[in-house]
């Protein structure tokens, strides 16, 4: 038999498989309560306006379009679209600063291939999305903390980063309701991130997966229009603002968008080419009418399920969890960070939730780049509704009870 490993290059050792791509089997599993799957409602997707959107397509002339090979950049309507919505957030730009990506997961790799040189340094928050390191690892960085980051000046970072053998490249950030934890970086948090970046010469990745999904307090800028506020134009800009349909209309279409500096966007197109030669252009079509038909009202439809499961799930936190435990209160996203006291390991309490409990949750310390953090859980309230969400809770707080009794 070939033994693959002795050719395997040395990147592909830092693949691993994504715990939570694992865990949403336990969704195949009617026992299961699960609040591990960072994932959208399907009850929720305009799949009827889906189904109309498709059926005109193949009724008139766009059927060939649709069907036959496509330029890299993106389906022009849908990036002019795009254009036109960031612009509405602060962001002036034209249909040259926008890429259509398989979503936005494919945008951080394209990021990760274009900035990261090994040993280079990866400036993330901690915790930090598992998508965006399991993105990046291929490409063999060294990780150090955006967020906290302590007392450390620039020079330290970037004395640590030369230590290394490479140099400090990116600073990456979801700064609206951030998966893992729900928190978001105000906007003082975003200048400072942008003032960093500046001093250390890095690009910063804006992901705003999540942005649409506010359901309390006043929205921020993102960090690419406080830029462009600084600087004057996209084209004076290093952040790079990567967008998803995948929590609003569809995450199976996988179509996502890179906004950013125009000859940036080129060398992404390179990228694009080479790897897939152009996303799916009937999907990027379909998106494109439903977006234009209904985007806004699709979204207001989606915050109202997502903010009461939001609210149920804090209630529910209050009444079940035992003394020492703490979580956070997102403003919007999909997401509660759950801190149990040291030593429990979030690993050990989820097999004894499933197997105990029939609850699952995503277990913390993946979402480290240094694999500490064992005393974290993330929860999700996005899939989960109505009493499975009270119930589910009862079942982790009854975990944590067990865990906690003296021996």
């Known amino acids: 038999m070939m033994d693959w490993q002795d050719i395997l290059a040395r990147r592909a050792g830092r693949m691993k498989a994504s715990e939570i791509r694992e865990l949403l089997k336990l969704l195949d599993q009617p026992d299961i309560i699960s609040f591990a799957g960072g994932i959208p409602d399907p009850a929720l997707f305009p799949a009827a306006d889906f189904k109309t959107a498709f059926h005109d397509i193949f009724s008139g002339a766009e059927a060939a379009t649709a069907l036959q090979y496509s330029v890299s950049e993106g389906y022009l309507p849908l990036r002019?679209?795009?254009a036109a919505r960031m612009a509405a957030l602060g962001v002036p730009c034209g249909p040259e600063n926008i890429l259509i990506s398989s979503g936005s997961q494919q945008a951080l790799d394209y990021l990760g291939k274009?900035?990261?040189?090994p040993a280079d340094t990866a400036l993330v928050t901690w915790p930090t999305y598992l998508g965006a390191l399991g993105a990046f690892n291929a490409y063999e960085p060294r990780y150090d903390r955006l967020l906290p980051r302590g007392n450390r000046t620039a020079e330290d970072i970037a004395a640590a980063a030369r230590e290394a053998g490479g140099r400090a490249k990116f600073a990456y950030?979801?700064?609206?309701?951030?998966?893992?934890?729900?928190?978001?970086?105000?906007?003082?948090?975003?200048?400072a991130v942008l003032e960093l970046a500046?001093?250390?010469d890095l690009a910063v990745i804006e992901d705003a997966a999540y942005q649409d999904l506010r359901y309390d307090?006043?929205?921020?800028?993102?960090?690419?229009?406080?830029?462009?506020?600084?600087?004057?134009?996209?084209?004076?800009?290093?952040?790079?603002?990567?967008?998803?349909f995948s929590k609003t209309l569809s995450p199976?279409?996988?179509?996502?968008?890179?906004?950013?500096?125009?000859?940036?966007?080129?060398r992404l197109v390179l990228l694009k080419q080479a790897a897939d030669l152009h996303s799916a252009t009937l999907n990027q079509m379909a998106v494109h009418r439903v977006a234009e038909a209904g985007f806004d009202a699709q979204v207001a439809r989606a915050r109202a399920a997502y903010r009461a499961r939001r609210d149920r799930m804090l209630a529910a936190l209050e009444r079940h969890m035992p003394a020492g435990v703490s979580w956070t209160e997102p403003e919007g996203g999909m997401f509660v960070w759950v801190t149990v006291p040291e030593p429990l390991d979030g690993a050990a309490l989820l097999a004894r939730a499933v197997s105990h409990h029939k609850v699952a949750f995503?277990?913390?310390?993946?979402?480290?780049?240094?694999?500490?953090?064992?005393?974290?859980?993330?929860?999700?309230?996005?899939?989960?509704?109505?009493e499975a969400i009270e119930e589910g809770i009862r079942r982790v707080g009854a975990v944590l009870q067990e865990a906690l009794q003296p021996a």
């Open 198 to 200: 500046d001093t250390l």
């Open 80 to 82: 002019r679209w795009l």
């Open 362 to 386: 995503v277990p913390g310390r993946a979402f480290f780049p240094d694999a500490t953090g064992g005393n974290t859980l993330r929860l999700s309230f996005s899939a989960t509704d109505g």
């Open 173 to 191: 950030l979801s700064p609206d309701f951030a998966n893992p934890t729900g928190e978001t970086l105000d906007r003082a948090g975003r200048e």
């Open 114 to 117: 274009i900035f990261l040189t």
């Open 252 to 266: 199976g279409l996988r179509v996502g968008w890179v906004c950013a500096e125009s000859s940036l966007i080129s």
């Open 217 to 244: 307090g006043e929205a921020i800028p993102p960090m690419l229009a406080l830029e462009i506020a600084r600087k004057g134009s996209i084209e004076a800009c290093r952040t790079v603002y990567c967008g998803s």
